[in-house]
């Protein structure tokens, strides 16, 4: 299972990426506004700054929402750096955007995915990502978890190759029930992923031997 870390903030990145796991980064709008990057160039070179922390995809989002707009942005996207994935909503232009840059060989990532059918669609397209957002279907007391289930099925049924990538991850239980249901990625924050470290025992176990190595006089 591939983790990618959501967030546009480079110094989590870095931080992720120092801890040897990481495989990738996702940002949308809101993460970017987050950061307080304003101006086309700005975000730009946000987006190569991100390239250069890590070895893996990285997804920058488009803001159009006709088909023009999409294809013309995803192109100046992509020649940004080899990393950068366009990432395109689950929309009708978007459906259309995906398969023109599936033609092409540049990767997608269709996102704001909530059902099945959308999951289908995308991986019709060719898209190189999908993904559901597991947080928010839990917000409004759906199982997002079961999404991911249901699109497992789907695209094993058919061997489709996109690749589920689980996002809106809020805690270390999603990465961990994501991984037992088969997300091929998951994207989430930095505490989402340290969260796997963290075990009463460990420490309890850890703090003992060090005692006990204190008395051996070493
Ligand atoms: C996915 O690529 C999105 O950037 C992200 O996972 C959305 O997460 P949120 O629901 O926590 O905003």
Known sequence: MKFFIDTANLKQIQEAQHLGVLDGVTTNPSLMAKEGITGRDSILKHYQNIC???????????????????????????KLHPQIVVKIPMIKDG?????????????????????????????????????????????????????????????????????????????????????????????????????LLKHPLTDNGLQKFLEDAQSLGI
């Open 52 to 78: 250069e922390i890590v070895e893996g995809d990285v997804s920058a989002e488009v803001i159009g929402t006709q088909f023009e707009d999409m294809i013309k942005e995803g192109e100046e996207l992509a």
């Open 95 to 195: 459906v259309k955007a995906i398969k023109y840059f599936t033609d092409k060989g540049i990767k997608t990532n269709c996102t704001l995915v909530f059902s099945s059918g959308q999951a289908l669609l995308a991986a019709k397209a060719g898209a190189t990502y999908v993904s559901p957002f597991i947080g928010r279907l839990d917000d409004v007391s759906t199982d997002g978890l079961s999404l991911i289930q249901e699109i497992r099925q789907i695209y094993d049924n058919f061997n489709f190759k996109t690749e589920i990538l689980a996002a809106s991850v809020r805690h270390t239980m999603h990465v961990v029930n994501c991984a037992k249901i088969g997300a091929d990625v998951m994207t989430g924050p930095l505490s989402s992923i340290e969260g």
